[in-house]
């Protein structure tokens, strides 16, 4: 064994084979971790249907050979010993090859979740593809801009004036184009939050219509008339948005008349056959009715009901159906609705000072 005390650039053959060894066993483990463990991992997560499983996955396949190859070259080097230069410039290849590594992951991983988003929000959102691809660019931007400001600072290079010359460009870029980047961050604010979505009715301010297309820049409704009305993304996160599409029920509260001249016992049994009117409604919830109070020309009465459904098409029927058969019921119990009247009183002067009125 006197070959192995033999001695090669600083270290014994036996210590070259050694380094060899480790240097083989790490790269073994590695790739045994990538091939075998991967697909243990992924028959698992198949069965689970577990997101973190199949994070775990996509993280173990991502390890790359020239990672793999960089560590290990490393881990052997550790039981050498090797002039500081080298050392050092093994140990900052090592930290690159980390560092890349680390990127590749970070962007896998950004992928993946844009991929499941768009899988949990549906095929047919284009307006969501759009904006999470677009957030998938940048935010996979800025990883890689980090990364290579760090691999840069590793290898000795001063980022610092860099860094600062691609901040004072940022904000000149920034200031310039602040009204773009002002809808741009409304759209991704709009999407994620989901305020409201293609097909939504709703109304802002004064503006109602149908969610027709969320951009980037703007978002379009069709109104109730026919014509477009489009709304810049920052101004609609502003405004009081009311949405009916995600109206559960729908809540009708109106109002009949009765003559004064109705009587008492008439009048008390309205509230009774109005119930049973809108009880009578397959998709109608009563909910009460009242003999509100005296108007100046009518008996008044506040009746108020749920729709089960947000439908108005099927709210206009329903109250439809209910004026129809209170109309009628009104009718067969002689009660008669009131309408706008007056009544003068005209007082004309007799002799001897007395006088007399009379009703008209």
Known sequence: MVILER???HNTLGKWLIALIVAAAVWLVLMILRRVVYRKVLAASRKTASPLDSTVALL????????????????GSLVLTLPRHLTVALGKLALLALLLQGAVWGSEIITFWVTQSRKKRGEGEAADAAVLGLLNFAVRAVLWTGVLLLALDNL??????????????????ALAIQNILGDLFAS?????????????FIIVDDFLGTVEHIGLKTTRLRSLSGEQLVFANSDLLKSRIRNYKR????????????VYQTAPEKLAGITGFIRDIIEGQPQARFDRAHFKG?????LDFEIVYWVTS????????IQQAINLALFRRLQSEGIEFAYPTQTLFLERQEAGGRSAARTG
């Open 247 to 258: 109206m559960a029920e729908r809540r009708i509260v109106f109002s009949i008349g009765v």
């Open 310 to 317: 947000p439908d108005y098409n099927l709210y206009m029927d």
């Open 60 to 75: 173990i396949r991502k390890i790359k050979t020239w990672f793999s190859l960089a560590v290990a070259v490393y881990a």
């Open 294 to 298: 005296f108007g100046s020309s009518s």
């Open 188 to 200: 991704l604010s709009i999407i994620l939050d989901k305020p409201f979505m293609i097909g939504d």
């Open 156 to 173: 000795g290079v001063h980022v610092t004036t860099l860094i600062t010359g691609i901040g004072i460009g940022g904000v000149a870029i």
């Open 7 to 9: 001695i090669f650039y």
